[in-house]
């Protein structure tokens, strides 16, 4: 009679699977006055205090299935808190390294447009200073060959005219003398004869047929004695100014050549340091507008990458939190 009388008691077994089945928590609640009724009602129909040991046992059951339920909500509040701090805080550094590359990207283009044409301006600069430069020392190579034509010149002249200044003293200095039929047939008087014939303007024709006639022997020493004495000594003069003079052009010629070589050494020595110069910044400028294009393609790429990342977070961070406002209605 009594077993019949416990048949009911695993009713509540159905209702506590179908409650824990819901997964609020407050669900529970609800369910154990009706547990409690339905077992208390059983058991004191009874009257058998053993009778309340399954109702305790499922009111235990249900509150450590509540518990549970409440661990589990708390924890996966727990998680679910963290994955949006996380997309909160991925939100922030994303946006900031976009907003980094978006600020770089202009930036790095325009130092690289810079850079190309600072580069391209430096190589027309070392190409005019390479033109310079050979300029300058094909101007040096000329005034060489110029100077060393000039001093050649100058030698021949002075020698000519020192022969010839030499000459006139040994002439002047024996017709003084009286030595006149020994002079004649010397090397000096050849001489003479010589410059007599080709010299064209320090003697007048009379001057010079008259000293011709007498190195030739065609007439006395004597009468004209002082006469040629006085037409050496005239043609000495002049000689010697003249002597005189292509010195001071030579020495001026001299002057100018070494200033012109000094000032052109200069200015080679100055376009080398420049070219020099030149070359090395076209090498730091060609390795760093290299370096340039790989930090913006970098950047670039980054950009792209942080952009479509930002987008995902974006969409599976509403996602995750449209679920989890479902899933707490």
Same mark, same amino acid.
């Given at each position: ?9 695993p009713r509540p077994r159905g209702i506590a699977a179908r409650a824990c089945a819901s997964r609020p928590a407050m669900r529970f609640f609800g369910l154990l006055p009706l547990l409690a009724a339905c077992c208390l009602g059983g058991s004191l129909a009874a009257g ?179 006469? %040629? @004495? ?7 003069? !002049?000689? $010697?100014?003249? +002597? =005189? /003079?292509?010195?001071?052009?030579? &020495? ?36 760093? %507008? @290299? ?7 970098? !950047?670039? $790429?980054?950009? +792209? =990458? /942080?952009?479509?990342?930002?987008? &995902? ?10 679920e989890w406002e479902e899933r707490s209605k």
């Amino acid at each position: 009679g009594s077993s019949s009388r416990r048949a009911p008691a695993p009713r509540p077994r159905g209702i506590a699977a179908r409650a824990c089945a819901s997964r609020p928590a407050m669900r529970f609640f609800g369910l154990l006055p009706l547990l409690a009724a339905c077992c208390l009602g059983g058991s004191l129909a009874a009257g058998d205090k053993a009778s309340l040991n399954p109702v305790r046992r499922v009111v235990s059951l249900l509150q450590s299935m509540q518990k549970k339920v409440q661990e589990e909500g708390e924890k996966e509040k727990e998680i679910y808190d963290k994955f949006m701090c996380w997309c909160k805080n991925g939100n922030g550094d994303l946006s900031a390294s976009i907003s980094s590359a978006d600020d770089k990207i202009p930036r790095v283009s325009s130092n690289i447009e810079a850079s190309e044409g600072k580069l391209a301006q430096t190589k027309e600069d070392l190409k005019a200073a390479q033109e310079d430069r050979s300029s300058a020392k094909a101007a040096m190579k000329e005034a060489v060959a110029l100077r060393e034509k000039e001093a050649a010149a100058f030698a021949a002249e002075k020698a000519e005219a020192d022969t010839n200044i030499a000459a006139l003293d040994k002439a002047i200095s024996a017709l003084e003398k009286g030595m006149t039929g020994g002079f004649l047939q010397t090397s000096t008087a050849q001489v003479l004869r010589k410059l007599a014939t080709n010299d064209q303007d320090s003697l007048i024709d009379a001057d010079r047929q008259m000293l011709l006639s007498f190195l030739s022997g065609e007439t006395d020493y004597a009468p004209q004695s002082g006469q %040629i @004495v006085g037409i050496l000594k005239e043609m000495h003069e !002049t000689m $010697a100014k003249g +002597l =005189a /003079d292509a010195t001071a052009v030579e &020495e001026a010629s001299i002057k100018s050549h070494e200033e012109l070589m000094s000032a052109k050494s200069k200015e080679v020595a100055a376009l080398s340091a420049s070219i020099e110069s030149k070359q090395t910044s076209i090498g730091e400028l060609g390795v760093e %507008i @290299v370096q340039m294009k790989e930090d913006l393609d970098d !950047t670039q $790429a980054a950009l +792209l =990458a /942080d952009q479509k990342y930002l987008a &995902e977070l974006e969409k599976g961070c509403a996602t995750k939190t449209a679920e989890w406002e479902e899933r707490s209605k």
